[in-house]
């Protein structure tokens, strides 16, 4: 594992830079200041740490020597000659903040050896690999390890006591200028915040030693050296960004809470009342979008964000902190008449931090690469890439059961590739691609598919048309297929959600004909922030169906009657049907998936994951409840502070009349929310931003997902030195790793639709647009091709 080489700095020197912080503006948007990458494990080896071979050689007490060993480390001498640091705020007096320094001096050593009880923890990970919905997501390579758990959560103890213990004094108070005459609660509260608020602005990190070789001309797999000012940017296994600070109840980890320093509304309850039940299975349909932008935006969404979970046993009844459980309503028949009283659900792994027991908030790590870089196809870790590999530069394939006249399917899960699916057929097992989500639903695995197909179509063509090695072969594709993934993305994807006026202030147009894109700015971390992992990019679970039906050719082109059986979506995981030849197989999905609409985008959504949602035998839950719950266990803020952020530039919303006023939300939706939330500026950023109209200048998300969505995909582009449209740059390094002009003018005729046609059986005719609903069929032959000959 590579750590942090930050400067010596002690608890006490960092508690500094907190103070350092106070009474300055933050930054409203500059994710980059937030950029502290903790540590990446398996950058120095092509093969990452088995963590669930790991289990079997750490003890316990190993564990806590090893954590308690580091603790007896700190020296608190060291705060001598911080006093005249030079990046004091001015208007802090020195003497304010020799005293505060002295008081956290003092306190220090009260709480620098928390109790954390790891006996079971081992066991607990064990468990939890064995637990379908954690296994299947997570594999066995995405959780943190022991050693690493035990450490992170005793420094959060340790940060959290020593903040309490600062701010229960009301000389720290008074200090702070907190006004004397609020409650006892309410002023260590506001302490509490006015202390962590600002830390991670003045966090200074020295950037992990790894060695780029500058002049590689593709990406790493894992993203490093990507930006080689900054190589881990973007990189997998490391921290994901924030537009905002994190917004913990404690200030360092716990649940968000309301502005009055209570709990928020129960996840269940506001999924139901907020959202509306959908058990009659009344979801509109979308008049614009194909059921496919669903199966896309999650496909596109495993390219670049799983947080590291951390394997903790949260069956009921539990008092462990990092279990989040969601309580069932005692008047919520939906769930409580199939005798379900919890939706069983536990906390992402907090990142490693660089020290021990510094103030600042619980970060997570994001364990794939950031960039559109097709790492659902190839893996974000050497270990997951070599083993999908293939000789001669191809992806490994399974051969169709029903013969070679089919095409291939994706290689079958082995107990070396650990990818967790109980398959009803043995015969027909479950499937192996760069991300472990692989099998989640039928769309998503003919999906992947159709990419792994397509790898080894242009690897074939290389392969007769070059004398290239199998590694040339390889690369050269991988960098094809990232690049046409980038063009669907921007061309086709982002337009169906982002109004032009978006797409033109966040700069995500492609350039058209030979024109290379001049913008790289290798000051952008283009990591996922967490408002948009955990909130905005989960608009797509409003698009999702009861169905995915199926087509034959015929119907396909001409009827609207299906001839094969629809797939329930609450078949969660089950990938027979991408052998069923009979029922038409992958092509037949694919064909329904063009076909039909998607739910509308307007937060309601499918009774499939509202309210039929199951993880595994046995569980049932709701993901609108999760994903709200997520939301505050990852300390992400509510829905007013994004809709108020200058980035946006969006009217101001400060009560609820002014989400009718301001921001024209519906009057039945303002007045469900009053009824759940206490205070405006309590509403989920997931629940608010579902609900937010669209507007009217286009595009199908409301204005404030638009924002946090767009700026995201700003960063993906201006950070990525990869880009395909980068222009050659010698200075900026991207001599090597752009493409030529005549390359370019092939990469831009990419269209999801031919890639399709391509890659599928039998599917002759097709509209031209497939994430827009259209009637209009193509030979598929009347679509732009993308020539390779540029490339021998």
Avoid at 430 to 441: I, K, L, M, T
Avoid at 481 to 509: C, D, H, M, N, R
Avoid at 550 to 564: A, L, P, T, Y
Wanted: glycine letters at 6%; aromatic letters at 8%.
């Amino acid at each position: 594992m590579i750590k942090l080489n930050m400067a010596s700095c002690s608890l006490v020197c960092q508690l500094v830079l907190v103070f350092l912080s106070l009474g300055m503006a933050s930054s409203y948007f500059n994710d980059d200041a937030y950029s502290n990458t903790g540590s990446i494990e398996g950058m120095e080896s092509d093969v990452m740490l088995d963590e669930i071979a790991a289990l079997d050689e750490i003890s316990d007490d190993n564990l806590s020597e090893e954590v308690d060993d580091d603790m007896t480390n700190f020296d608190e001498n060291d705060v001598q000659g911080l006093a005249e640091d030079p990046m004091v705020v001015r208007d802090i007096a020195q003497s304010v903040k020799r005293q505060i320094l002295t008081e956290a001096k003092r306190l220090v050593s009260s709480c620098k050896n928390p109790k954390v009880d790891a006996r079971n923890r081992k066991q607990e990970r064990l468990i939890a690999l064995r637990k379908y919905y954690q296994a299947f997501v997570h594999g066995g390579k995405s959780f943190i390890s022991d050693a690493n758990w035990l450490k992170n959560r005793k420094s959060e103890k340790c940060s959290a006591c020593l903040l309490n213990e600062l701010c229960k004094r009301t000389r720290i108070q008074g200090l702070l200028n907190i006004d004397a005459k609020l409650p006892a609660k309410e002023r260590n509260r506001i302490c509490r915040r006015k202390l962590v608020r600002e830390a991670m602005d003045v966090f200074a990190v020295n950037e992990i030693k790894i060695q780029c070789n500058p002049n590689a001309p593709f990406r790493t797999i894992n993203g490093t050296c990507n930006n080689l000012r900054n190589p881990s940017f973007g990189a997998a296994s490391t921290t994901f960004n924030r537009l905002l600070p994190a917004d913990y109840g404690d200030g360092i980890s716990t649940l968000r809470q309301a502005v009055n320093g209570q709990e928020l509304p129960n996840a269940r309850d506001v999924s139901r009342f907020a959202h509306g039940s959908n058990a009659d299975r009344t979801n509109p349909n979308s008049t614009i979008l194909t059921h496919l932008v669903m199966n896309f935006a999650q496909f596109t969404d495993h390219d670049f964000t799983l947080a590291e979970a951390q394997g903790v046993n949260c069956e009921p009844p539990t008092k462990n902190p990092e279990c989040i459980n969601i309580e069932i309503p005692k008047d919520d028949a939906i769930f409580r008449d199939r005798e379900v009283d919890f939706i069983e659900l536990e906390r992402e792994a907090p990142s490693e931090s660089d020290s021990f027991c510094k103030l600042v908030p619980r970060e997570h790590t994001n364990t794939l690469t950031a960039y559109i870089d097709a790492s659902n196809v190839y893996g974000s870790t050497q270990e997951v890439a070599d083993s999908l590999r293939a000789p001669n530069g191809l992806l490994k394939v399974m051969e169709h059961p029903d013969g070679a006249k089919f095409m291939d399917l994706l290689p079958a899960r082995t107990e070396t590739l650990e990818t967790f699916c109980p398959s009803l057929d043995p015969n027909r097992p479950c499937f192996v691609a760069g991300d472990s989500r692989s099998n989640e639903n039928q769309g998503l695995s003919s999906v992947h598919t159709v990419f792994v197909r397509h790898h080894n179509r242009i690897a074939k063509f290389f392969r007769k048309r070059t004398k290239w090695g199998p590694e040339r072969i390889y690369q050269e594709t991988r960098r094809i297929i990232a690049a046409q993934l980038q063009v669907i993305t921007y061309k086709e994807f982002l337009p169906l959600f982002l109004s032009k006026k978006t797409i033109t202030k966040f700069g995500l147009g492609l350039l058209k004909g030979t024109r290379f894109f001049n913008d790289y700015d290798e000051t952008v971390n283009a990591q996922m922030t967490a408002g948009f992992s955990v909130a905005a990019f989960r608009f797509g679970h409003t698009l999702i169906q009861e169905w995915f039906r199926r087509f034959n050719q015929r119907s396909f082109q001409h009827k609207d009657k299906s001839e094969f059986r629809p797939i329930p979506v609450l078949d969660f995981e089950n990938p027979q049907y991408l052998y069923e030849i009979c029922q038409g197989g992958v092509d037949a999905i694919l064909r329904g998936l063009i076909k039909d609409a998607a739910g509308k985008a307007d937060g309601r959504f499918s009774s499939s994951v509202q309210e039929n949602l199951r993880r595994g035998e046995g569980d049932l839950s709701d993901l609108i409840s999760i994903n709200i719950q997520r939301g505050r266990e990852r300390g992400v803020s509510g829905y007013t502070k994004y809709r108020n952020l200058p980035l946006c530039g969006l009217p101001k919303v400060k009560s609820f009349e002014d989400l009718v006023r301001k921001a024209n939300f519906d009057r039945k939706d303002v007045a469900n929310l009053r009824k759940i939330y206490k205070n405006v500026h309590d509403i989920d950023f997931f629940v608010a931003g579902m609900l937010e109209p669209r507007p009217s200048d286009g595009g199908v998300l409301g204005p404030t997902f638009q924002c946090v969505v767009a700026e995201q995909f700003r960063r993906l582009r201006v950070g990525d030195r990869f880009w395909h449209e980068n222009a050659p740059n010698a200075t900026l390094n991207t001599d090597r790793t752009a493409f030529n002009a005549a390359m370019l003018r092939e990469i831009r005729n990419t269209t999801f639709a031919k890639i399709l046609c391509d890659n599928a059986d039998d599917i002759p005719f097709i509209s031209r647009k497939v994430l827009e609903q259209s009637n209009k069929r193509v030979a598929c032959s009347a679509l732009p091709t993308v020539s390779l000959e540029p490339w021998v």
